[in-house]
């Protein structure tokens, strides 16, 4: 027996939950969103272990307007309050978890989402025209489902002797646990590095094992990738050796008189291999979707090592029709570019996935502006827009303004915030269709500012293309600047204004 049918049915009330459920509110959708446990954001209440979030927080900046101060906040969720904002709730730089779980808690009180707590979600199946959704409180009809759960299991390598290692979720946190011991790490990502971080003072030896050396986010430019808080691991590995990062291939993990004797293959030397004694494994190699509440009419495909679902560029499963991923979970569709896979990415995806689901299921058209057909005219929209969209900023390389020329009139069509691949595709039978967003190029880390167009590719900066019928056939770089402000005349508007006076008078 079904209980209730509704539009949008939302799986999991963490951060991207409650974003989608505060957008489609607004919006007076038709939504219900499922939570397991008493209270928003159960994954922020375990993790991270040692409950120091890498997401920055910053309370104090130069600018009163909203759009910039949230180019530098982390944490907070896009809604109308402005006291509803992350900074109200923690003044540290690096804030504590739990101040994301009060702030979570706060933002459902406050809004009154239409979430059901205490409510598991057992199984959903696909219908010919939705979803049912099977709870331990009934059942529910769904013409579409989004899925929010986030990270649900641990990802667990395939090492033989795997289950000797102690997982991540589950290991003692007390430094003093670890005194005087010789404790191997399995991976290299934040979770890692953290706990490395957490017991370096104590143990006699740390060291973090993986295939791959690591990715810092300084040099990567990627917010996922390690963060430079856990540095002090990296000096112990470059000037003593006491602690070490290994590039290595694990082979087995196996019990030797009340240790470990764990056997390694060094990356950078195939074939050479060595047998190593620790008094502790551990895993930390991050987490996986959780896939068992879906039946087999409605099992998603999934890639990277089976740890997330395969998306279309609507962020609809790639292989069932009307089930759709939210949050960190979402982050195949760029986890390598932006910030999809964290609360300041995904909170513009949602409100861009929110603008898509209203169109699909209940006949509201994408919103768009009238943006002048003429070059100085649209230069100042376009340039207003990159000084002054924090969307932009947080998703350089991902989401775009789309500007859509009516030929009838010469004039533009222009939307927010889209994926840019969902726009060359959407708008395909344009002969004029510009892309305008932030793009960073080569090593944030030591790329230089450079006063000609050609040579800006090192630091955010814009980049205006053209599309053709879907084919790209132009391309503007506009320098990039320390303040990140592109108003000079000589080297922001006379450019942007030249490109497209010559663009848009070829005739093509």
């Known amino acids: 027996m079904v209980d209730t049918a509704h539009t949008y049915v939302i799986v999991g009330a963490g951060p991207a939950g409650l974003q989608l459920s505060y957008q489609l509110q607004q919006q007076g959708a038709d939504y219900l969103t499922f939570e397991r446990g008493a209270e928003p954001g159960g994954f922020f ?82 219908e010919d025209d939705g979803f049912t959704v099977r709870t331990d409180r009934g059942v529910v009809r769904a013409r579409c489902l989004v899925v929010a759960t986030g990270w649900g299991r641990p990802f667990v390598p395939d090492i033989k002797g795997i289950e000797h290692a102690t997982g991540y979720e589950e290991m003692d946190v007390d430094p003093d646990r670890y005194a005087g011991r010789r404790v191997l790490i399995i991976g290299k990502g934040n979770s890692a590095f953290e706990t490395a971080s957490s017991i370096l003072g104590r143990a006699s030896t740390v060291h973090l094992a993986s295939r791959r050396p690591v990715r810092l986010a300084w040099t990567t430019g990627r917010p996922g990738d390690v963060r430079g808080r856990h540095g002090a691991i990296l000096d112990s590995d470059r000037f003593t050796t006491q602690h070490a990062l290994l590039d290595c291939t694990i082979d087995e993990i196996r019990p030797v008189d009340g240790g470990f004797r764990v056997s390694i293959t060094d990356t950078h030397a195939p074939g050479e291999t060595t047998e190593l004694d620790y008094h502790e494994v551990l895993r930390c190699t991050g987490f996986r979707m959780d896939t068992s509440l879906f039946d087999a009419s409605c099992a998603p495909d999934l890639v990277r090592d089976g740890r997330m679902p395969g998306l279309r560029p609507d962020w609809q499963s790639s292989n069932v029709d009307d089930l759709y991923f939210a949050g960190t979970v979402a982050q195949p569709r760029d986890g390598r570019h932006a910030a999809s896979p964290f609360i300041d990415g995904f909170r513009y995806n949602l409100r861009t996935f929110t603008r898509l689901l209203r169109e699909r299921y209940d006949d509201v058209p994408l919103p768009a502006a009238t943006a002048p057909g003429e070059p100085a005219s649209l230069t100042t929209v376009m340039l207003d827009r990159v000084n002054g969209s924090s969307a932009l900023w947080t998703q350089s390389g991902y989401l775009c303004d789309v500007f859509v020329r009516d030929d009838a009139t010469g004039d533009f069509r222009h939307h927010e915030d889209l994926p840019e691949d969902y726009a060359v595709s959407r708008f395909a039978d344009s002969s004029h269709c510009y892309t305008l967003a932030l793009r960073r190029g080569g090593d944030g880390a030591d790329g230089e500012r450079h006063p000609t167009p050609d040579r800006a590719r090192h630091v955010v900066h814009p980049v205006i293309r053209r599309y053709r019928h879907g084919e790209l056939v132009a391309e503007q770089h506009l320098p990039g600047d320390l303040l990140a402000e592109w108003r000079r005349p000589d080297r922001h508007v006379e450019p942007l204004v030249r490109f497209l006076g010559r663009d848009l008078t070829d005739g093509s």
């Open 45 to 126: 209440r375990r993790f991270p272990r040692h409950r120091r979030l890498n997401s920055l927080n910053t309370v104090h900046t130069d600018s009163g307007d909203p759009e910039t101060r949230l180019r530098c906040d982390g944490n907070s969720l896009l809604n109308d309050d402005p006291e509803l904002l992350f900074p109200k709730f923690s003044r540290e730089y690096l804030p504590a978890a739990d101040d994301l779980v009060r702030y979570l808690a706060e933002f459902q009180r406050i809004h009154q989402l239409r979430v059901r707590y205490g409510t598991t979600v057992e199984q959903v199946s696909r």
